[in-house]
């Protein structure tokens, strides 16, 4: 008998070791048991969502990409208790057939691309590993330019493909991953509460345009660490979009030791801000070769506040027109947004209303940055006050030209009414501000210094400049 029971259970060990563990039995969904080819030309969506899916239905694990592959395919939703690892090697790569996206990253505004891919209304979700997420961005563009790709013409919608939006979710984790190629907005967080973005890096074409790589938006209690961006558009940006207004404000957000390259402000605010963005911590940052460095760009009714950027190194140099910005190393205004016909202009506004208003930027602290750039420190409203105290300390700013695009410039875009201002280039240039305090600072021009170069500070419809 005990012979008997030996032979059993050997056979049964030889059997699994033939067949495997069955698919999910270990806590982990291989993609491949599901009918994933990886071949990086079969659509392997189906497959994707079959293994998310069944993960989520045993009560959670992780739904592993295997390296050695390269996984094609279409948009796929994201689900609770389920963990995306991506093995190193491994390759998700966006489906570049066009009508495969059809649901609007912006719900009922479908100007501004579509979603790859997505999840909504989730808990404890994560996405990790050393592999990668390939948005396959340049399929979905028109002609190379110069200075960036031509967009191709837009109808009723946009085709172009979000990598990843994410929707009401609750304790979401994004650690080693690449991301790289995006054709729209990489990672797009809405409404999202206790997000932790660690070690990432994002590596998109810089000269696709809207090519952002971290929009956080409507969301709180978020922190972004250890990661490294190069992005055509804004590398970080925190904003309040108009087509998620019952998710609230944007609040409680930490961002440390990123290093970021962009073509337009490598860390932004807005523009798009109709509620409240208050309580920002951007601490311990390198931003190098980027149109704009640290950018306020407060275009709506929503207010801005609590902000403190500390110990950074920002560079910045002249792009051309068709990136916003004029290599302010540091930017912080309100105008009310401009009044046209773009593409998505019926969303820019409050229902109802044909022009736009802007809201107070105030309590905004800058310590221990040093800066090197074409251009000189922005701060700038549309009435007096509307911007207010703005600290400066220990800003060191060396003024340098180094590119053969005009300087003497300053970017209002997109604001009502003219879109640059044209003066001398300053280190400080306060145009209706009140109550700023620089202290132990100091500005310096290298050896390059052009004719528009000016001394030390403008001060116009400025009120109580404290200079230390």
Not at 280 to 307: A, M
Request: one cysteine or more.
């Amino acid at each position: 008998m005990k012979t008997k029971s030996l032979l059993l259970a050997v056979y049964s060990l030889l059997l699994l070791a033939a067949c495997g563990t069955p698919k999910g039995e270990s806590g982990v969904f291989n993609i491949m048991d599901y009918g994933a080819v990886g071949d990086g030309q079969t659509d392997d969506a189906a497959a994707i969502q079959s293994a998310i899916n069944a993960c989520n239905k045993a009560g959670g694990g992780q739904v592993l990409v295997p390296a050695g592959h390269t996984f094609l395919c279409s948009p796929f939703k994201l689900a609770s208790y389920v963990d995306l690892h991506l093995e190193a090697n491994a390759r998700l790569l966006a489906n570049p057939d066009e009508k495969v996206y059809k649901e609007s990253a912006f719900r009922d505004n479908r100007g501004e691309g579509m979603m790859w891919i997505s999840g909504k209304d989730l808990e404890q979700v994560s996405i990790t590993g050393m592999g990668t997420i390939d948005g396959n961005g340049v399929a979905f563009m028109g002609s190379e330019l110069e200075d960036s790709y031509e967009l191709k013409p837009v109808t009723d919608f946009d085709p172009r493909p979000h990598v990843l939006t994410l929707i009401n979710v609750k304790q979401l984790r994004m650690r080693d991953v690449t991301i790289r190629n995006s054709a729209y907005w990489t990672v797009h967080l809405i409404g999202c509460h206790d997000a932790l973005i660690d070690g990432i890096s994002i590596l998109n074409n810089l000269k696709i345009r809207n090519g952002d790589g971290i929009d956080v938006d409507h969301s709180r209690h978020v922190r972004i660490a250890n990661c490294y961006i190069e992005s055509g558009d804004d590398c970080i940006c925190l904003k309040n979009r108009r087509e998620f207004e019952e998710y609230g404000s944007c609040e409680d957000i930490v961002v440390n030791n990123c290093t970021m390259v962009s073509r337009s402000c490598a860390i932004k605010i807005g523009s798009e801000n109709m509620d409240v963005i208050n309580n920002v911590l951007f601490n311990n940052c390198i931003i190098r070769d980027s149109n704009r460095g640290i950018g306020i760009q407060n275009r709506d009714e929503g207010t801005v506040t609590n902000v403190v950027f500390s110990n950074m190194i920002v560079d910045c140099k002249l792009w051309s027109d068709v990136w916003w910005g004029k290599a302010e190393p540091i930017y912080v205004t309100s105008y009310p947004r401009a009044v046209g016909n773009h593409k998505d202009a019926g969303w820019r506004f409050p229902k109802g209303a044909t022009e736009g208003r802007c809201g107070e930027v105030s309590r905004i602290w800058f310590s221990n940055v040093k800066c090197t750039s074409e251009n000189g420190i922005f701060v700038g409203g549309d009435v007096p006050g509307k911007v207010n105290h703005i600290y400066f300390n220990d800003i060191d700013l060396l003024l340098h030209k180094r590119t053969d695009y005009p300087g003497g410039v300053y970017d209002k875009r997109p604001c009502d009414g003219e879109g640059f201002v044209k003066d001398k280039t300053y280190g400080f240039y306060i145009d209706t501000a009140s109550d700023i305090t620089i202290e132990n600072s100091h500005i310096l021009w290298g050896d390059t210094r052009p004719d528009n170069a000016a001394e030390g500070m403008m001060q116009k419809n400025a009120q109580n400049v404290v200079i230390k």
